[in-house]
């Protein structure tokens, strides 16, 4: 079982910078890959981004793209999304989410995470 905290969310102005991270717990955290997800309430939740157990793959949402990076730390069981120039769409509550299969490519369809965390809060205002 893992289990997955996020952290870093909060409410930011247009244009300002956020850090999430993602604290995993397991022994074989370096092993999953990791991915963001985000949703609004009365819609279904969107992928983000998504990093392979390497660091070496990642993908990204069109909206994300040259926004945000994933990261990941193995040693400290934690990955991260880095998100600048925020939008006031881009309020959402953010979702960690754990894959335990060992594959090499970051992981974007929803249904392929095994674990999720409790999400985090992210509110932009204009």
């Known amino acids: 079982q893992v289990q997955l905290v996020e952290s870093g969310g909060g409410l930011v102005q247009a244009g300002d910078s956020l850090r999430l991270s993602c604290a995993a717990s397991?022994?074989?955290?370096?092993?999953?890959?990791m991915g963001w997800f985000r949703q609004v309430p009365g819609k279904e939740r969107e992928f983000v981004a998504a990093i392979n157990w390497s660091g070496g793959s990642t993908a990204y949402a069109d909206s994300a793209k040259g926004r945000f990076t994933i990261s990941r730390d193995n040693a400290k069981n934690t990955v991260y999304l880095e998100m600048n120039s925020l939008k006031p769409e881009d309020t959402a509550v953010y979702y960690c989410?754990?894959?335990?299969?060992?594959?090499?490519?970051?992981?974007?369809?929803?249904?392929?995470?095994?674990?999720w965390g409790q999400g985090t809060r992210v509110t932009v205002s204009s």
């Open positions: 989410a754990a894959d335990r299969r060992v594959v090499p490519v970051a992981v974007i369809t929803e249904t392929g995470y095994n674990y």
């Open positions: 397991g022994r074989t955290f370096s092993y999953y890959a």
